[in-house]
């Protein structure tokens, strides 16, 4: 277990069409958005469903996948790691950030 630090695994849908970046460098960036729910008996007995809602963003070989194979509505897996980014707003303001950086995407459903 002390090899598992940061590790994130996720099935879900893809909310929206990846958006796909070249940068400078030669590298490729992947950012979407993936849409997981969880679905349980609350304390009357009566079935819920709560959606929770990740940003992804893929970087080189795997932005390439993404690209290529994924679309909007589509059910992928992910392994990746949380990676959060501080960023300064134009009015003095800090913002935080949390992606799920994917190592490995998984093509599923149909859709």
């Given at each position: ?31 979407f958005s993936?849409a ?14 709560d ?13 390439d ?14 392994v990746?790691?949380?990676?959060t980014r ?7 303001n800090?913002?935080?950030?949390t ?9 599923m459903?149909?859709?």
């Open positions: 277990m002390s090899t598992i630090k940061n590790h994130v695994q996720l099935i879900g849908n893809v909310g929206q069409e990846p958006t796909i970046t070249n940068l400078e460098s030669g590298k490729k960036v992947a950012r993936l997981t729910n969880e679905n349980y008996k609350d304390g009357k007995g009566e079935k819920q469903n959606t929770n809602w990740h940003t992804v963003v893929a970087w080189g070989k795997v932005a996948i993404v690209e290529k194979f994924v679309d909007k509505g589509k059910e992928i897996g992910i990746g790691k949380l990676k501080i960023y300064t707003m134009d009015d003095g800090q913002r935080y950030v992606e799920v950086v994917a190592d490995e995407i998984l093509l459903g149909n859709k």
